[in-house]
């Protein structure tokens, strides 16, 4: 810290990850809001540490405002309240990504969400955005063929993959942070 009666904003790399600091002895310069209250830090007085993977995605976020993403689900026809999410969130680059790939970024992503950066909004999809490469995807073709498969087995909950689409946008808290590391 400069002084403690100042507020330090300040980024650093380390280790292979970036720490992020904004409290100061006498308060804290931020805070984190949710839909339903603002929470009181979102860095709980501690750096936030971000892995490599969740730096790229904070400084997408701020250059674009906002990404794609999608989530698989296993419902079934007959009964309404059976629902699971099976893989979620799915972010790709390219529709030929492999299950590998999209855990690695998913991971990346719920991180984030966690430390309260970003928001994973189902409901709300992008109007200038082509969700073709999440829906015609190699992963999601695999997971209906797996359904399908999963139909011909007595006492399989599910028989209809779905695909929920949204949209990855920072929260107040993650446009700070996406500041510092600019």
Same mark, same amino acid.
Not at 72 to 90: C, G, H, N, T
């Given at each position: 810290?400069?002084?403690?009666? !100042?507020?330090?904003?300040?980024?650093?790399?380390?280790?292979?990850?970036?720490? /992020?600091?904004?409290? =100061? =002895?006498?308060?804290?310069? +931020?805070?984190? !809001?949710?839909?339903?209250?603002? /929470?009181?830090? +979102?860095?709980?007085?501690?750096?936030?540490?971000?892995? #490599?993977?969740?730096?790229?995605?904070?400084?997408?976020?701020?250059?674009?405002? +906002? %990404? #794609?993403? =999608?989530?698989?689900?296993? @419902?079934?026809?007959?009964?309404?309240?059976?629902?699971?999410?099976? %893989?979620?969130?799915?972010?790709?680059?390219? #529709?030929?990504?492999?299950?590998?790939?999209?855990?690695?970024?998913?991971?990346? %992503?719920?991180?984030?969400?966690? *430390?309260?950066?970003? @928001?994973?909004?189902?409901?709300?999809?992008?109007?200038?955005?082509?969700?073709?490469?999440?829906?015609?995807?190699?992963?999601?073709?695999?997971?209906?063929?797996?359904?399908?498969?999963?139909? *011909?087995? #007595?006492?399989?909950?599910?028989?209809?993959?779905?695909?929920?689409?949204?949209?990855?946008?920072?929260?107040?808290?993650?446009?700070?942070?996406?500041? !510092? %590391?600019?």
């Amino acid at each position: 810290m400069n002084n403690n009666d !100042q507020v330090t904003k300040s980024a650093h790399r380390h280790h292979g990850h970036i720490h /992020t600091h904004g409290c =100061s =002895s006498d308060g804290c310069g +931020c805070s984190s !809001q949710t839909a339903e209250k603002e /929470t009181a830090c +979102c860095c709980s007085h501690k750096p936030l540490v971000l892995d #490599p993977q969740e730096t790229v995605f904070i400084q997408a976020l701020a250059q674009q405002g +906002c %990404l #794609p993403v =999608s989530r698989y689900i296993l @419902s079934s026809s007959s009964e309404k309240e059976v629902r699971f999410e099976m %893989l979620a969130p799915v972010y790709m680059n390219d #529709p030929s990504d492999g299950i590998e790939i999209v855990k690695e970024k998913g991971a990346a %992503l719920k991180g984030l969400k966690e *430390k309260g950066l970003i @928001s994973l909004d189902y409901d709300l999809r992008l109007t200038d955005y082509d969700y073709k490469p999440y829906t015609e995807a190699a992963l999601f073709a695999y997971f209906k063929d797996t359904v399908e498969e999963g139909k *011909k087995r #007595p006492g399989f909950l599910g028989d209809t993959a779905e695909i929920e689409l949204g949209a990855i946008t920072l929260t107040d808290a993650g446009k700070r942070i996406a500041e !510092q %590391l600019t």
